[in-house]
């Protein structure tokens, strides 16, 4: 396959996270408590799918990859800021400081869609 | 003041769905398109939804979500800009070389029991074989109808989409194995990690590495050699002289590792050890001893070594269980896997045409043009 094919595979996993995330993070706003209650499950089972050492979900493992090489940078703390968030969100609401550093997660995921999408249209 | 910027590049992203739409609004010219336009409308009316959605939803229009708001009209922009330059223009552009390899591809197909439904191929590449797996597209290079020596890898881009595909039971085991396979590098490079903790070499440097080195085969590697096995596995030695050949062609250490920047795919010399691997698991041992002749004359021919990052990159061990979790989940899914003696007519036409090459390589080009006449014609009458 060529490069434009594989990041075209790798632009569609990424994409899947990155959406369910922003979608989730809007509804977890949602003034009607049980669409956002949904969306903190939602984002919690994400986080969770993704530190989940023995996963073998291939989408799962790609996003891990790639958290743990972009988020240090943002957060500084890795894959332990996705531990820690999915702990929080499974038993309440997040506070500001943590909606920011999910936040985070979704800017990541979201930079490394758009740097793969410029692979594909061979801009690098 | 952003908002009203963004409500207008919504409204015209929306405008500009509706065009692609009416561009693909004509009488088809085969069969064949009919799934691949089915897919881009399907598409094209879903981002009109998602945009509609950010100019509407209430919540999506709060300030504190504008974050949010950008991100999702981003990928929706992306999402139609690249199924104007995919399926859109193959559906505005068909020829009839397309719908010869959409027949051929079809074929193959049926002849391993392939689960998911057939791409459409589309003669517009401009790079190699890719495939666009939400749309199901194979796009090849235009002369590529003409040339059977590359046709192999054509089996190649059918397994992207069995790693790809989302909530479909038939293909999990399939995924499971390769899901295995991924936990399996991670294991390996924690290991090295540690190993590298111990050791009295320029730790930093190896440390660093050793990360690239692990997102390489998460984000790219495993992917590539998991697709070359299940060619390996559904056509046999002819995909391995594809890649025989393409290496020949491209200037490219088969060793080289470079760490320097993202590099997509696994080096040249690990994709042979794993075909070669994977053809002696199939029995067919014979073929694997002709291909690695050749190689190795290839290899010594062009004068490069093995370098020490090389191994670290590629271990044999990490090579070996791919090629065994790849033949698990390729028979879980009820592929056929092939093995001595086996006959169909794409499997026979692609590995004849290489046995014709190497047994007769001043009459090859002759038989060639004759036996792509006779396909192209199977493929009109049927």
């Known amino acids: ?124 | 003041m952003i908002d009203s910027y963004l409500n207008a590049a919504i409204r015209q992203a929306e405008e500009r769905a509706r065009v692609l739409k009416g561009k693909i609004s004509q009488t088809l010219q085969a069969p064949e398109l009919i799934a691949l336009h089915q897919t881009c409308q399907d598409r094209i009316d879903y981002t009109i939804r998602q945009l509609q959605g950010l100019l509407t939803d209430p919540v999506i229009l709060r300030k504190d979500l504008v974050h949010e708001r950008i991100r999702l009209f981003r990928r929706f922009l992306a999402d139609l800009a690249l199924l104007e330059t995919t399926g859109i223009a193959a559906l505005t552009r068909p020829h009839e070389d397309d719908i010869a390899l959409t027949k051929l591809i079809f074929q193959i197909h049926k002849e391993i029991d392939y689960p998911l439904p057939p791409p459409t191929v589309a003669c517009l590449s401009r790079d190699y074989f890719s495939i666009n797996t939400s749309l199901r597209l194979l796009e090849v290079p235009l002369a590529e109808s003409d040339f059977l020596l590359h046709l192999p890898d054509l089996y190649h881009e059918l397994a992207h989409p069995l790693i790809a595909t989302r909530n479909n039971p038939r293909i999990k085991p399939y995924q499971t194995e390769y899901g295995k396979f991924l936990a399996l590098v991670a294991d390996h490079f924690e290991q090295e990690r540690a190993e590298n903790l111990r050791s009295t070499g320029p730790k930093e440097y190896f440390a660093q590495a050793l990360d690239l080195l692990e997102y390489f085969w998460i984000r790219g590697w495993a992917n590539e050699i998991f697709s070359d096995l299940f060619a390996i596995y559904t056509l046999g030695q002819a995909y391995a002289w594809s890649h025989f050949h393409l290496t020949a062609a491209r200037g490219v250490d088969p060793y080289d590792v470079q760490i320097s920047g993202f590099m997509s795919h696994p080096p040249d010399q690990a994709r042979m050890e794993v075909m070669l691997i994977a053809l002696d698991l199939v029995g067919l041992n014979a073929e694997a001893d002709a291909v690695r002749q050749k190689w190795e004359a290839l290899i010594g021919a062009t004068g490069v070594r093995p370098t020490a990052l090389y191994r670290r990159a590629c271990p044999r061990h990490l090579l070996e269980r791919a090629s065994i979790n790849a033949l698990e989940g390729t028979k879980l899914i009820a592929c056929r896997i092939v093995k001595p003696g086996i006959s169909s007519p794409v499997h026979d036409l692609l590995n004849t045409a290489w046995q014709q090459f190497w047994a007769a390589p001043n009459n090859y080009h002759a038989w060639e043009r004759d036996a792509i006449a006779k396909l192209k014609h199977g493929a009109a009458r049927a």
């Open chain 1, 1 to 124: 396959m060529s490069d434009v094919g594989l990041y075209g595979s790798i632009y569609e996993q990424l994409r899947f996270y990155a959406d369910t995330l922003d979608r989730a993070l809007v509804a977890l706003r949602n003034p009607r408590v049980d669409l956002a209650q949904g969306a903190r499950r939602e984002i919690a089972t994400l986080l969770r799918e993704i530190v989940d050492k023995e996963s073998t979900d291939p989408a799962a493992r790609l996003v891990t990859a790639i958290l743990k090489q972009g988020l240090p940078a943002v957060a500084g703390q890795g894959l332990t800021l996705c531990e820690s968030l999915a702990a929080t969100l499974e038993q309440r609401p997040p506070s500001p400081a943590e909606l920011s550093q999910l936040e985070q997660v979704a800017l990541t995921l979201d930079k490394e869609c758009s740097s793969t999408l410029a692979r594909i249209k061979g801009k690098r």
